[in-house]
């Protein structure tokens, strides 16, 4: 029996917020570990218009320097950078900083879906560390991700070795999979699971949505973004852990990633906590299932490693 479909016994859940940080701190898992969702910025107000007052500790700067202190602590080797902004001249910054810090194994950039996608990503395509591209299709209307300029910008990203991340909110997941269906030659990830309403505690149709994409097999998922979708000051494991099963269960460990979403998730959890989430959440998995998880599905999907892209 795949151990994506054998019962598991639920761990950590019922634990008081108070307590996380003085949990196991995870199962360290076999191998490397890739921290396949993080972020990077230079704070500044307009640019970071989202960041509202509830998240005041996200208005400063958040760069590799930091990360790499967290990573440490957590037992993180390696990470995916992933855009925040939606400009060129971040896809550039974020390959600048892979180019200084060699723990950035990857970056996810941005370019105008809509326009001229060869032509954004001439300069930098053939870079080995630009693995993907997202578009912050949350804050899109309802049916973005279906118009005929975006299908035709994201369809040029499999010709060149890219993969793209599919960020939506829970209500958009239809879309999401109408979207990967009409592209299957495109790798996609889902990001942060499809963000389900864990705070109203919506799980059906989010759950409908998420098997209907796992069907699709090139399709993978990331256990990334979960704590924010919660209440900030009152989650525990055990309120998270029907989401994180029901991806494993649906995509299985070669099919699904770990990430942190961090400086994000610091308004609900510390770095460590993000992880140890998913770290605790698959300790009884078999020590192939948790590398898959930990790191190898990442290195596959994004062929880390930094071999060139095809032009």
Not at 29 to 41: E, V
Not at 112 to 138: K, M, T, Y
Not at 285 to 309: C, N, P, V
Request: charged letters at 25%.
């Amino acid at each position: 029996m795949s151990a994506a479909n054998e019962p598991r016994e639920r761990s950590g859940a019922g634990v008081p917020a108070s307590e996380r940080a003085g949990g196991s701190g995870g199962a360290k898992p076999p191998g490397s570990t890739i921290d396949a969702h993080q972020h990077f910025w230079r704070y500044d107000p307009a640019e970071y218009g989202w960041i509202d007052e509830s998240m005041a500790a996200l208005r400063r700067d958040f760069m590799p320097g930091d990360l790499a202190r967290e990573m440490e602590t957590a037992g993180v080797e390696a990470s995916v950078a992933v855009q925040a902004r939606q400009t060129l001249e971040e896809t550039r910054w974020l390959l600048e900083l892979a180019d200084n810090h060699t723990f950035i194994a990857g970056v996810v950039g941005w370019v105008d879906l809509q326009s001229d996608v060869d032509a954004q990503l001439q300069e930098f395509a053939r870079h080995p560390r630009l693995v993907g591209v997202r578009h912050i299709a949350q804050a899109e209307p309802d049916g973005f991700l279906l118009r005929p300029d975006v299908l035709r910008g994201v369809a040029r990203l499999a010709a060149i070795g890219l993969g793209y991340d599919i960020l939506v909110y829970a209500r958009q997941m239809p879309d999401a999979v109408a979207f990967a269906r009409a592209l299957p030659s495109q790798p996609f990830v889902l990001d942060h699971a499809g963000k389900p309403d864990v705070r109203s505690g919506e799980y059906t149709a989010w759950r409908r949505s998420l098997d209907d994409l796992a069907a699709l097999p090139h399709v993978s998922c990331k256990l990334s973004g979960l704590v924010t979708e919660a209440d900030w000051r009152a989650w525990t494991p055990g309120a998270l852990r029907p989401y994180l099963d029901a991806a494993l269960e649906a995509f299985g460990p070669s099919r699904v990633m770990l990430g942190s979403d961090w400086p994000v998730c610091l308004v609900a959890g510390s770095y460590r906590d993000v992880i140890a989430l998913v770290t605790d959440a698959i300790a009884e998995y078999s020590a192939d299932e948790r590398r898959q998880i930990t790191s190898e599905t990442a290195r596959r999907f994004w062929h880390l490693g930094g071999e060139a892209k095809d032009t």
